[in-house]
């Protein structure tokens, strides 16, 4: 599976921002797929995942009702709108996939992060 995320930037707190992950390979059917973010000095989290196929979906407790994550199969594509920004929210975005949609620590396809800096 290769994964190429797009669409970070920087906004202002309140506001709100998209991310793509563009997603190839003849297995990704059989994934889910997810965004995770690492804040400068912290771990690697997981934000919110999807199941390629039947879409599923699961989220952290501290993006529950602020973000959505949602595919388009015509497309190949993976978005995470996000809305109600808060400035902890300032991360690179990873878009990965994974096996398993529950157990984060199973993704292992990785694409290169996006920035997103969320300013108060």
């Known amino acids: 599976v290769q994964l190429q995320a797009s669409g970070g930037g920087l906004v202002q707190a309140g506001g709100s921002l998209r991310l793509s992950c563009a997603a190839s390979?003849?297995?990704?059917?059989?994934?889910?797929l997810g965004w995770f973010r690492q804040a400068p000095g912290k771990e690697r989290d997981f934000v919110a995942g999807?199941?390629?196929?039947?879409?599923?979906?699961y989220y952290a407790d501290s993006v529950k009702g602020r973000f959505t994550i949602s595919r388009d199969h015509a497309a190949n594509t993976v978005y995470l709108q996000m809305n109600s920004l808060k400035s902890e929210d300032t991360a690179v975005y990873y878009c990965a996939a994974g096996p398993n949609l529950y157990s984060v620590r199973t993704y292992d396809y990785w694409g290169q992060g996006t920035q997103v800096t969320v300013s108060s």
């Open positions: 999807i199941h390629w196929s039947g879409g599923s979906t």
């Open positions: 390979g003849r297995t990704v059917s059989r994934y889910a």
